[in-house]
C-alpha cells in the first residue's frame, strides 16, 4: 500500500482499475458488473478512484504550462479547473 495516505480509500486498486481500463478494459467491466450483483450498487465505496483522477489531471494541467511556457501557479490552477 501507498505510504501516508488515508485508510478508508484503496489507492492501491483505484491505480489498478486506471491501468485496467487502459490495457483491458473488459476485465474492469466484469470485475463492476460483480460488484453490482454482490452490494446492490454501481459504486464505488471509497472516492479513491476520483482523488487519482484529479491529481493526474493537475499533473497534466502543470506539465501542458510548462510546455506552453506559462509557469505562473494560477495560470496552472485556472487551466486545471477549466479542464
Known amino acids: 500500500s501507498l505510504a501516508r495516505l ?7 486498486y483505484a491505480l ?9 478494459p473488459r476485465r474492469v467491466a466484469r ?18 478512484f476520483v482523488v487519482v483522477s484529479a491529481y493526474l489531471l493537475v499533473v497534466a494541467a502543470l506539465a501542458w504550462s510548462l510546455a506552453a511556457g506559462q509557469c505562473a501557479l494560477l495560470d496552472v490552477l485556472r487551466l486545471a479547473a477549466w479542464v
Open 6 to 12: 488515508p485508510r478508508h480509500m484503496d489507492f492501491d
Open 16 to 24: 489498478w482499475q486506471m491501468l485496467q481500463l487502459l490495457v483491458e
Open 31 to 48: 470485475a463492476a458488473t460483480y460488484h453490482a450483483r454482490t452490494k446492490g450498487r454501481w459504486a464505488r465505496d471509497d472516492p479513491a
